[in-house]
């Protein structure tokens, strides 16, 4: 197990876009562990590949209130998305203290492998649905800012140069 850094915006690798996973060996499965240890840390409620810097279609994500619920999606693709849409205010553990609205699917049913390379299918609506349009979208290079005005997207940008100048000072 290990902890793994986490990519802070407006860092460009955040914008490489995932291959799919070819075989799920010894070497995702660690990956994914590592990645649960680092979300679990983080208190994140999910966290993509992309964001530790692994440009592979690989997602954990644990919503539950008790933090014992692991969910791991490999190769993970939403197969339908509702016509009704959500507005939840979202955060990133790319972007640690930034929160804001973003227009969501409300439900979404998403196909994936496990752990084990097997293929599952499940529901997703309110947090769940909107953390996994959060994470299939780093999948794909984006970031949630991406969604919000060029003036708010500035300002965080701005935000976050200067903090991690000082946390490197
Ligand atoms: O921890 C997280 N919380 C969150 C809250 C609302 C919408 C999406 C998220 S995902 C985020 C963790 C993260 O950055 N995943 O990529
Ligand atoms: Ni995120």
């Not at 964001?51 to 791991?72: G, K, P, Y």
């Not at 609506?125 to 299939?136: I, K």
């Not at 984006?142 to 965080?156: A, D, W």
Request: net charge negative; charged share 30%; hydrophobic share 40%.
């Amino acid at each position: 197990m290990a902890l793994l850094p986490i990519l802070q915006y407006p860092d460009a690798r955040l914008h490489t876009v995932a291959k799919p996973v070819k075989e799920i060996d010894a070497r995702v499965r660690q990956l994914v562990d590592d990645m649960l240890e680092t979300m679990y840390e983080a208190k994140g409620v999910g966290l993509a590949a992309t964001q530790v810097n692994v440009h592979e279609r690989i997602v954990v994500i644990d919503t539950s209130e008790e933090r014992n619920d692991a969910l791991v999606l490999i190769n993970p693709e939403i197969i339908q998305a509702s016509a009704d849409m959500i507005v939840w205010e979202e955060g990133c553990l790319s972007v640690p203290t930034i929160y804001d609205k973003v227009e969501r699917h409300a439900k979404i049913r998403v196909r994936a492998q496990n752990r084990n390379g097997e293929v599952y299918e499940f529901d997703g609506e309110e947090l769940l649905g909107v953390c996994v349009q959060h994470e299939l979208d780093h999948l794909l290079g984006k970031v949630f800012v991406e969604y919000l005005s060029p003036l708010k997207r500035n300002r965080i940008k701005t935000k976050m140069v200067k903090r991690t100048r000082d946390e490197e000072a």
